[in-house]
């Protein structure tokens, strides 16, 4: 199944638009479908320590809470804080889903 994409350009979209039709047709297959919707998809910006502080304060949680949420150790998302570590792969995304959908799209 192809996922809708929401591309970053007009022109990617359109690219992405037929590639979608050639594969409902059966010329592209699945592994190239997924190139062409890697393509299209905005990158996840990085978040700082600032970013992550005010997130989780925006959403009124405390550290451990966001750890429990994002399934990672208290102590990660200290260092997150004090910008010790950086956030990266699925923990990046969890928190970029927090930040544009809000906690009901984790929960």
């Not at 919707?37 to 304060?57: A, V």
């Not at 405390?62 to 998302?77: C, D, F, M, R």
């Amino acid at each position: 199944m192809v996922r809708n994409v929401k591309a970053k350009t007009e022109l990617l979209a359109a690219i992405h638009e037929t590639a979608k039709d050639l594969h409902d047709l059966g010329f592209i297959d699945m592994r190239k479908m997924r190139k062409y919707d890697l393509l299209c998809l905005e990158p996840i910006p990085n978040y700082d320590s600032k970013k992550i502080r005010k997130l989780r304060i925006q959403l009124q949680l405390s550290q451990s809470v966001l750890a429990a949420i994002l399934n990672i150790s208290l102590s990660t998302v200290q260092k997150w804080e004090i910008d010790e570590k950086h956030p990266r792969g699925p923990s990046l995304k969890l928190l970029h889903l927090l930040d544009k959908k809000g906690i009901e799209a984790i929960l």
